[in-house]
């Protein structure tokens, strides 16, 4: 029987199959996917999760494809005018022991893989969907739809559940939980650098702020794209959470020139020189109220799975590589039964990400805000600059 079992393939199951191996526990991964294929898109990545790569060996490899953005500016999306401006690059190395990253997904999912084979302790097993699961007083038996669509069976000691926002696993535990709609839309383009005029090839992470939307972008894929997301808010909820699952050409189209409408020309520009763009309907579940929204019995939750939250504090992937160090960390009390070791996991995580949940839902208010607020923010800003903008409860952790 087989210690632990992963549910989904993400940075959230590679990271915990990654930490749990290392910490010499046997593990499978079970992905639905036939093959892995993660979304062509950029991902910051915190100190706090970079401390943690760096602890499993991960960055090395990763070095050449990264990128270190020497600071984040903020500016004003109708006028341009620079509101605040946060030094990153070494800055962050001397605060909090390891740089902030920019990533191509595909890049980190690949080196997280590579980490997980060199290992040998996790065994991978593509195109197995969950079905259903019980447990008793020994074990938990999972069921499976396999390659050729049978159904296989497995027992294991615990399940963790890494499978993401439409989690199965979450919905079979806990049904009573739903996602909630935010009615906003991130469109997300990759530019080549070297095209772009020159006031766009800087070292800097961009954030433009607006009215009811917000635009971010930073170099991937160690400089040589750009990666430029807009974050706007529309009228047409979305059913689902997914890439290009509701928005045809035409919509991301109208949507885009509708947000951008007052917003300066060189941002406008710059959108515009895009014409592929993928969408992304943003939802988030309600912040975790106690440590049995995230474990329960002999299974447990890690990553969009447990705390789905809105992308405004960029620290979805970051929250999942935390809960992954953290199981492993857990797992090993062989003093404690199953249950008490995931319930001991799920102590340890779910005020932190509750408030990351929380304060993501703020940002996407002050984010967007208008009128007074917005006055407000830009004024704090301006007088406060990277005190107000840098989070040492988030990124020291
Ligand atoms: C626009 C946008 C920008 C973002 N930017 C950032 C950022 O800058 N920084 C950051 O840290 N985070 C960011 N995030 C959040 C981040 O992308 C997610 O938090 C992270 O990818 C979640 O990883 P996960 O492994 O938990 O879930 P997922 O990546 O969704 O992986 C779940 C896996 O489970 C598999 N699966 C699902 N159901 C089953 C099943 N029944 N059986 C087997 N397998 C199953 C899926 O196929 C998938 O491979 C952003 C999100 C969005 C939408």
Same mark, same amino acid.
Not at 38 to 48: D, K, M, Q, Y
Not at 70 to 77: G, K, M, T
Not at 125 to 136: E, T
Not at 317 to 341: F, K, T, Y
């Given at each position: 029987?087989?210690?632990?079992?992963?549910?989904?393939?993400?940075?959230?199951?590679?990271?915990?199959?990654?930490?749990?191996?290392?910490?010499?526990?046997?593990?499978?991964?079970?992905?639905?996917?036939?093959?892995?294929?993660?979304?062509?898109?950029?991902?910051?990545?915190?100190?706090?999760?970079?401390?943690?790569?760096?602890?499993?060996?991960?960055?090395?490899?990763?070095?050449?494809?990264?990128?270190?953005?020497?600071?984040?500016?903020?500016?004003?999306?109708?006028?341009?005018?620079?509101?605040?401006?946060?030094?990153?690059?070494?800055?962050?190395?001397?605060?909090?022991?390891?740089?902030?990253?920019?990533?191509?997904?595909?890049?980190?999912?690949?080196?997280?893989?590579?980490?997980?084979?060199?290992?040998?302790?996790?065994?991978?097993?593509?195109?197995?969907?969950?079905?259903?699961?019980?447990?008793?007083?020994?074990?938990?038996?999972?069921?499976?739809?396999?390659?050729?669509?049978?159904?296989?069976?497995?027992?294991?000691?615990?399940?963790?559940?890494?499978?993401?926002?439409?989690?199965?696993?979450?919905?079979?535990?806990?049904?009573?939980?739903?996602?909630?709609?935010?009615?906003?839309?991130?469109?997300?383009?990759?530019?080549?650098?070297?095209?772009?005029?020159?006031?766009?090839?800087?070292?800097?992470?961009?954030?433009?702020?607006?009215?009811?939307?917000?635009?971010?972008?930073?170099?991937?894929?160690?400089?040589?794209?750009?990666?430029?997301?807009?974050?706007?808010?529309?009228?047409?909820?979305?059913?689902?959470?997914?890439?290009?699952?509701?928005?045809?050409?035409?919509?991301?189209?109208?949507?885009?020139?509708?947000?951008?409408?007052?917003?300066?020309?060189?941002?406008?520009?710059?959108?515009?020189?895009?014409?592929?763009?993928?969408?992304?309907?943003?939802?988030?579940?309600?912040?975790?109220?106690?440590?049995?929204?995230?474990?329960?019995? !002999?299974?447990?939750?890690?990553?969009?799975?447990?705390?789905?939250?809105?992308?405004?504090?960029?620290?979805?992937?970051?929250?999942?590589?935390?809960?992954?160090?953290?199981?492993?960390?857990?797992?090993?009390?062989?003093?404690?039964?199953?249950?008490?070791?995931?319930?001991?996991?799920?102590?340890?995580r779910w005020q932190r990400v509750a408030k990351v949940?929380?304060?993501?839902?703020?940002?996407?208010?002050?984010?967007?805000?208008?009128?007074?607020?917005?006055?407000? !923010?830009?004024?704090?800003? !301006?007088?406060?600059?990277?005190?107000?903008?840098?989070?040492?409860?988030?990124?020291?952790h």
């Amino acid at each position: 029987m087989q210690d632990i079992l992963l549910v989904g393939g993400g940075i959230g199951g590679l990271a915990t199959a990654l930490a749990l191996g290392q910490a010499g526990v046997a593990n499978q991964l079970f992905e639905q996917s036939a093959v892995f294929d993660e979304v062509g898109a950029g991902i910051g990545l915190g100190p706090n999760a970079v401390r943690r790569l760096q602890a499993w060996g991960v960055w090395p490899g990763l070095q050449d494809k990264a990128f270190v953005p020497s600071q984040l500016v903020v500016r004003d999306a109708q006028n341009g005018a620079q509101l605040g401006c946060l030094p990153m690059g070494q800055a962050f190395v001397q605060r909090y022991g390891a740089p902030y990253l920019t990533l191509h997904r595909a890049d980190l999912h690949q080196h997280l893989r590579d980490a997980v084979h060199a290992h040998g302790n996790t065994s991978l097993k593509l195109g197995h969907c969950l079905q259903h699961f019980h447990s008793d007083a020994a074990s938990i038996t999972s069921q499976w739809q396999g390659p050729e669509q049978q159904v296989v069976e497995y027992t294991s000691l615990a399940l963790s559940g890494a499978d993401g926002i439409n989690s199965k696993v979450r919905e079979l535990a806990w049904p009573s939980s739903k996602l909630q709609a935010s009615g906003h839309w991130a469109y997300r383009a990759l530019l080549p650098r070297h095209d772009l005029p020159a006031a766009w090839r800087g070292d800097a992470m961009g954030l433009w702020l607006g009215h009811r939307l917000h635009v971010v972008h930073y170099p991937v894929r160690g400089g040589e794209w750009l990666n430029l997301v807009v974050l706007v808010e529309s009228s047409d909820v979305a059913q689902t959470p997914g890439w290009d699952s509701q928005r045809t050409p035409a919509q991301t189209a109208q949507d885009l020139n509708h947000a951008l409408a007052g917003c300066c020309s060189p941002l406008q520009e710059l959108v515009r020189s895009s014409e592929a763009w993928r969408a992304w309907a943003l939802f988030d579940r309600h912040p975790l109220r106690s440590a049995k929204d995230m474990a329960q019995g !002999r299974v447990a939750l890690v990553g969009d799975a447990a705390h789905a939250m809105l992308p405004y504090l960029a620290q979805g992937a970051g929250m999942a590589i935390e809960d992954a160090q953290m199981l492993a960390q857990c797992w090993q009390r062989h003093d404690l039964p199953v249950a008490e070791r995931l319930q001991a996991y799920a102590q340890s995580r779910w005020q932190r990400v509750a408030k990351v949940q929380a304060r993501a839902r703020r940002n996407a208010q002050l984010f967007h805000a208008t009128g007074a607020l917005a006055q407000c !923010r830009n004024w704090g800003m !301006r007088w406060g600059g990277a005190w107000v903008m840098d989070m040492p409860w988030l990124y020291g952790h």
